[in-house]
């Protein structure tokens, strides 16, 4: 469970499982510490995958894949829960493996070739970027997605998710205040600038883009 999964995801099926972090717990500090991850991974998206799983013992879409589960919850009211926690796990699952220890820098390959077709530059798409992710009033993420023909940044409100959109994932940051208070308490623009320049896992977000681009 070191490295868990492909890149879309890291989940099969029901049961659902918390997966293992793609490295050590105290690995990226001071960036991300060891403290926020006893309750980011441990805690929240472990309750996530506790709450699927209890929502799932009672419903027919416990015998789909993670993300079969997503697109068929999404939109309706009275799935409302299993969305919801079904995204997070999807999502958190996901936002680990966009960061990594000494991490940051620039991508390469073709992926840097469309940031800056369709941001202007790599500065360009960095502000705005840290921008969505600021400006997403409450809980949220920040998201770098592929629509099929060009890159886009999108904000997300609580779970939600490029994939519901019909636009693939590349790169995530996960501003809900657990992901950042306890190392950068209400400073959520400092957190995101961090985020982008010692965190990123670049490697990651073009294994993403190869396989859908
Ligand atoms: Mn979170």
Redesign the pocket.
């Known amino acids: 469970m070191k490295n868990c999964g492909n890149v879309k995801a890291n989940q099969t099926n029901y049961p659902f499982i918390l997966p293992e972090l793609p490295f050590g717990a105290s690995e990226l500090e001071p960036y991300m510490s060891a403290n926020t991850f006893a309750f980011?991974h441990c805690k929240?998206?472990l309750a996530y995958v506790n709450n699927l799983n209890k929502l799932l013992e009672t419903s027919d879409l416990a015998g789909k894949s993670l993300e079969e589960i997503i697109l068929a919850a999404a939109g309706n009211k009275d799935l409302v829960g299993i969305f919801n926690n079904a995204a997070?796990v999807w999502?958190?699952s996901f936002?680990w493996h966009c960061m990594k220890q000494n991490g940051g820098g620039k991508p390469t390959g073709n992926l840097l070739v469309q940031i800056e077709k369709d941001f202007g530059s790599f500065d360009d798409f960095c502000n705005a970027f840290k921008q969505a992710g600021a400006t997403q009033f409450g809980?949220g993420w920040a998201w770098l997605a592929w629509d099929g023909s060009k890159l886009l940044i999108e904000k997300t409100a609580n779970a939600e998710l490029p994939m519901t959109r019909g636009m693939v994932a590349i790169l995530t940051c996960?501003v809900?205040e657990?992901?950042y208070y306890l190392d950068y308490q209400n400073m959520r623009p400092d957190y995101l600038a961090v985020f982008l320049k010692n965190l990123v896992n670049w490697e990651f977000a073009q294994q993403n883009f190869s396989v859908c681009s």
């Open positions: 980011h929240h998206h997070q999502n958190h936002f809980s996960d809900w657990h992901a």
